[in-house]
């Protein structure tokens, strides 16, 4: 399979720890994107990377989130000190160059705060 | 990107063609008509996309209006599996990324 990936699928934690979800894009795909899904709403953009750096990062994004892509290719995003309210799936997305929007989504990660 | 609008939700009987309407009434002239769906649990899936003519692919077909201002995405025999939330979508060149609603929730109907 040569879609996004995502890591892990699914993690519990208890709410003050740190946790870091890891994406791996579709090949030669140079944009990636991460987005985060509540419960009966549409996903919402969280941030966007071209190669190794982080063009945008919207208001969601706290200063517990962090994102990196260090070499341009995989990606982890990392919550510290997790809230219930952080209880989420969190989505990878990935597109290649320059032209055109589509973007392809992995399956998602799903986070419980407990 | 431009605001779209679609009803919350819409039922379909299997083997009949889905028809889901979008409006996006402000769409400005280089934004293309996305659609996503998402069936539960997973992530959303790339369907169609057109900016003028209308467009089909192994998926589905998409009809966008003369005016621009609406368009409506059809799956043309609904089986029980098209059950999931349907995003339209209208974003330009110029945006990187794509803005997300509500969607429709097709339920397929044995």
């Known amino acids: 399979d040569t879609g996004v990936s995502q890591n892990p699928r699914h993690k519990i934690t208890k709410r003050g720890q740190n946790v870091t979800f890891r994406c791996d894009p579709i090949s030669e795909h140079n944009r990636l994107y991460w987005y985060r899904q509540t419960l009966g709403q549409g996903p919402e953009f969280l941030t966007y990377?071209?190669?190794?750096?982080?063009?945008?990062k919207s208001r969601l994004l706290s200063d517990r989130f962090s994102a990196e892509r260090p070499k341009g290719s995989f990606s982890t995003l990392e919550i510290q000190r997790t809230e219930q309210g952080d209880s989420a799936m969190y989505l990878c997305a990935s597109r290649p160059g320059a032209t055109g929007n589509t973007i392809y989504f992995g399956e998602g990660s799903w986070l419980t705060v407990v | 990107d431009a605001k779209t609008t679609q009803p919350p939700s819409m039922d379909c009987a299997e083997g009949r063609a889905a028809n889901l309407p979008c409006n996006h009434s402000t769409i400005s002239g280089n934004e293309y008509v996305y659609w996503y769906r998402q069936i539960h649990s997973q992530g959303p899936q790339y369907i169609i996309h057109g900016l003028k003519n209308n467009e089909t692919n192994e998926m589905a077909s998409l009809i966008i209006t003369e005016d621009r201002k609406s368009s409506t995405l059809i799956l043309p025999h609904a089986t029980l599996r098209d059950t999931a939330v349907y995003y339209c979508?209208?974003?330009?060149?110029?945006?990187?990324?794509?803005?997300f609603g509500k969607g429709t929730k097709l339920s397929v109907i044995p």
């Open positions: 979508i209208a974003s330009g060149a110029g945006s990187y990324q794509l803005t």
């Open positions: 990377f071209q190669n190794e750096a982080q063009l945008e």
